[in-house]
């Protein structure tokens, strides 16, 4: 790894993990991750702001190593892992270093990090600490992802350090964004599978960081944004309630008739002139169809029937669709059966969480035949009827 300063005084230390491909054991990783800490050393103190995964502690500990600096504070502005799980082997390196974070923070270091709470310091929203000439702000984000989560501000270079907000998981040797699509697309990846739940929170936090001028947002991932209105507008873009002209189906198909149900639906949305993203559940990557949900002002579930009840793979993603949270305002179930079951009705019951209006299923016996396809006709109608009637069409 190689440290970098950003602006005097003020170095970025991106941990890159290329070739991770998972996140918790669950979220694809397509394009990578970086563990970004960073170090503002004042005329008094330095500050050492969030760590690494764990797994490359070693990256970052060498790299201090390497500058001679001596660590004076542990800014953990998230209690997750990979930004402090690396702080006990930090505290071993420079063992007269204080952790500063929110009160909230505190117990969950001490828990997971298994570090004395004695070298803890909680500081309250607003606070602020000096390092001599460099003044470091302690902004309360919470929910962003986890309760406990802050941003840091640097008043005097006004810069915000703002951990999993705002951030991507991309290994880039970039360390500011350059190709703004590539950066789009992770950000809002990221925001789908990590922040999209918090939407209610994002928009608090992002008033209250709009409050400060700030020129450089530095993330816990991916490159730093010299041009914050950049990411700042993409958010206020996906947390609003506007939705678009699209409808998202994740189906999956085991003897071809939900599969030929959801080729027509398809055709008959795209005859309507709207968007229609579909996702076969077999191989997609969810977080594919995380970002899909961002934005679409209906979701369509296609499902065969197994054992009485829905295929598993649509449990898991109606389950994920749930605890997502999306907002979009319409759903509808297509599917087939052989000869019964209440697969519809399970469906409807995973995915209580999501504020929308259930338009009529269609759910038919066998491989659809030309009154099935008739019905697919009027969900199409439907769908772009109740698309006009909220204006997006
Ligand atoms: Fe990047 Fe919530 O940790």
Redesign the pocket.
Known sequence: MEIKEITKGVYAAPTLHWDRRLFDELIPLPDGTSYNAYIVKGDEKTALIDTADPEKQHELLDALEKMEVNIDYIVAN?A?Q??SGSIPAVLEQYPNAKVLCTPKCKPMLVEHLLISEDIITTMDDGSTISLGGKTLEFIHTPWV??PETMSTYLQEDKILFSC?FLGSHMATSDLFVKDKPEVYRAAKRYYAE?MMPFRNSVIKNLAKIKERQIDIVAP??GPMHDEPEFIINAYLDWVSDDVKNEVVIPYISMHGSTAAMVDYLVDALMERGITVKPFNLATTDIGELAMALVDTATIVIGSPTVLAGPHPSVVYAAYLANALRPKARFATIVGSYGWGGKMADDIVGLIKNLKVELIEPVIIKGYPKEDDFKMLDKMAEDIFKKHEEIEII
């Open positions: 998230h997750e990979d930004h992802h986890w999993d990590i816990s991932h």
